[in-house]
T-cell receptor, first 112, second 114 residues
Framework: DSGVTQTPKHLITATGQRVTLRCSPR?????VYWYQQSLDQGLQFLIQ???????AKGNILERFSAQQFPDLHSELNLSSLELGDSALYFC???????????FGPGTRLLVL | DQQVKQNSPSLSVQEGRISILNCDYT??????FLWYKKYPAEGPTFLIS?????DKNEDGRFTVFLNKSAKHLSLHIVPSQPGDSAVYFC?????????????FGTGTRLTVIP
């Protein structure tokens, strides 16, 4: 158990819908990262927050957004969902940016 | 531009033998390197890391070697066990420059044959 929690574990929705994925980092970790993994491919970095502020952006679509709250938990919002958004979404946390990241168990999103 | 590369998508090894997973990087500013292990439908699990001031770090059956001049690192697993069958990702960071993130390779699927 990495100490990073993600909810929900599974999510099934329809095209055009909007969903919110939630992540609670390890206690003491200030940095949160979101990744997407599609069809056994590599980890695609989406976005990073550090102590409430956006710190780095990766291959994140404009339909996707995220935020980190004062209690350091983070939410990833996916809107106007398409079939191709079906993937595993992982959250990771670290004490400081660039350091060892600890991953949550992921949310499996299926868009029908 | 893939700054961290794992050129072997898969590797099969007999139980009890050595598994060697390789990783190359292009950014000379990288100074911190990690290996993660991932089972299907689970999050990656941190395995072992190495700082650029060292060329070897060992933790039980796992040893990571770093060759800075060649921009190459490898993970050795000895002896390999069936439970080691998973996808292994290497990752790198430039901590010395205040880097924000880890750069991940595309992964190598290790299969340990009983």
């Amino acid at each position: 158990d990495s100490g990073v929690t993600q909810t929900p574990k599974h999510l099934i929705t329809a095209t055009g819908q909007r969903v919110t994925l939630r992540c609670s980092p390890r206690s003491g970790d200030l940095s949160v990262y979101w990744y997407q993994q599609s069809l056994d491919q590599g980890l695609q970095f989406l976005i990073q927050y550090y102590n409430g502020e956006e710190r780095a952006k990766g291959n994140i679509l404009e339909r996707f957004s995220a935020q980190q709250f004062p209690d350091l938990h983070s939410e990833l919002n996916l809107s106007s969902l398409e079939l191709g958004d079906s993937a595993l979404y992982f959250c990771a946390s670290s004490v400081n940016p660039g350091e060892t990241q600890y991953f949550g168990p992921g949310t499996r999103l299926l868009v029908l | 531009d893939q700054q961290v590369k794992q050129n072997s998508p898969s590797l099969s090894v007999q139980e009890g033998r050595i598994s060697i997973l390789n990783c190359d990087y292009t950014n000379s500013m990288f100074d911190y390197f990690l290996w993660y292990k991932k089972y299907p439908a689970e999050g990656p699990t941190f395995l072992i890391s190495i700082s650029s001031i060292k060329d070897k770090n060992e933790d039980g059956r796992f040893t990571v070697f770093l060759n800075k001049s060649a921009k190459h690192l490898s993970l050795h697993i000895v002896p390999s066990q069936p439970g080691d069958s998973a996808v292994y990702f290497c990752a790198a960071s430039a901590l010395g420059t205040g880097a924000n993130n880890l750069f991940f390779g595309t992964g190598t699927r290790l299969t340990v044959i009983p």
